[in-house]
């Protein structure tokens, strides 16, 4: 009889299930939110509106992106004008005064 | 691998382009991708030791992506990709609390741990008890659906779809409309999150 080790269990059921969530459809995600809700009747009314509702949670996640990428130490990218402003030299050979290189390249297209 | 380089006067100034689309791809994410995004951050650090929340899982991941420490595969999902580094945090994270426990108990230098590469083989009893209790949080997620319950299961013993249908006679139909409802109930969880 071969040990339990709920350890090794629980990292492959993770990993799985961190792969459901990875191809979860938007559609889903819409659904699941509005599952959230107290509103509980799934209509695609309710589905459009649970979603406005969700917008402070992704502007959490949002906030938590910038402060993570516009640290100093990190790149700041501006997507739009698809560029990145090198603060510091963690990635550079050489060290550059702070803010003091540009660096362009081409506007990058959104990931789904 | 592909790189940027310019050059200024006597400086050459070189930057991974790696971390630049690394930078821009999550720039990019959508709103559905955040709340994903948000959800995976939440079932890594479930339970995990240090008072160690979603939030600081999330950012300390994004940091290693952005550091280049771990490369960013060519088809891999920017989600898939932040995804395992999360894994990789949530085991460093278990592995520095049993060395510091060790440190307590027998009094030992972190530092001569580390450095005699005393990499600790078996999980400390408190990462055995705190997966346990994941593992039941989980099983009460999903305790009102039994097949997905007899997924999870299959999917803690790493079966493959096919082995968990023919193990747990499912169809294909039923295989794939109960992870549906799964995906549904782990963004939810990820929302809320307090499994009962």
Known sequence: MSRWEPHADLMRLLEALGNEIVTA???????????????????????WSAWSELQEEVREVRELIDAAIGEPGEPEVDVEKGHIELRTSRHLQSVPERGSRTCHKQPCHKQH | MERFTEGSGRRIVTVDN??????????????????????????????????????????????????????????????????????????????????????????????????????????????????????????????????????IAGLAEGLTPTEICKFYGMSERQYDSTRKRMRRALVRCGLEWSVP
């Open chain 2, 18 to 151: 790696t971390t630049v689309d690394i930078a821009c791809a999550i720039h990019s994410l959508s709103d559905a991708d955040l709340v994903r995004l948000k959800a995976l951050a939440r079932l890594w650090a479930r339970g995990l030791p240090g008072g160690l929340g979603w939030a600081d899982v999330l950012h300390e991941a994004i940091a290693r992506a952005l550091e280049g420490s771990r490369k960013w595969p060519p088809d891999v999902p920017i989600l898939a990709f932040l995804s395992g580094i999360m894994r990789s945090i949530c085991d460093d994270q278990w592995r520095r609390a049993r060395r510091e426990l060790e440190v307590l108990v027998r009094g030992e230098d972190v530092a001569d741990l580390c450095a005699s590469g005393d990499e600790v083989k078996s999980p400390s009893p408190e990462r055995v008890v705190a997966a346990a209790q994941s593992l039941a949080a989980v099983d009460r997620l999903f305790a009102c659906d039994p097949l997905a319950l007899k997924i």
């Open chain 1, 25 to 47: 459809t938007e559609l889903e995600v819409r659904q699941a939110c509005a599952e959230c809700g107290s509103t509980m009747a799934g209509t695609a009314k309710l589905m």
